[in-house]
């Protein structure tokens, strides 16, 4: 499965950490942090083709 993260803080605190390490270990992850990327068409995009996406 493919899952998208997109965070909403630049420091993502231990509980994120460890889901996303967890999810990693079974799944390919990808992580989008929407203050450091304002390429909203490269996100749109992102989210269309992966499985699953949580925000945080």
């Known amino acids: 499965?493919?899952?998208?993260?997109?965070?909403?803080?630049?420091?993502?605190?231990?509980?994120?950490?460890?889901?996303?390490?967890?999810?990693k270990k079974t799944n390919k992850v990808t992580i989008v942090n929407i203050n450091e990327n304002k390429n909203y068409g490269e996100i749109v995009d992102l989210i269309a083709s992966n499985d699953r996406v949580i925000s945080w």
């Open 1 to 23: 499965m493919n899952i998208l993260y997109i965070l909403r803080q630049k420091n993502p605190d231990d509980t994120v950490k460890k889901i996303i390490e967890v999810h």
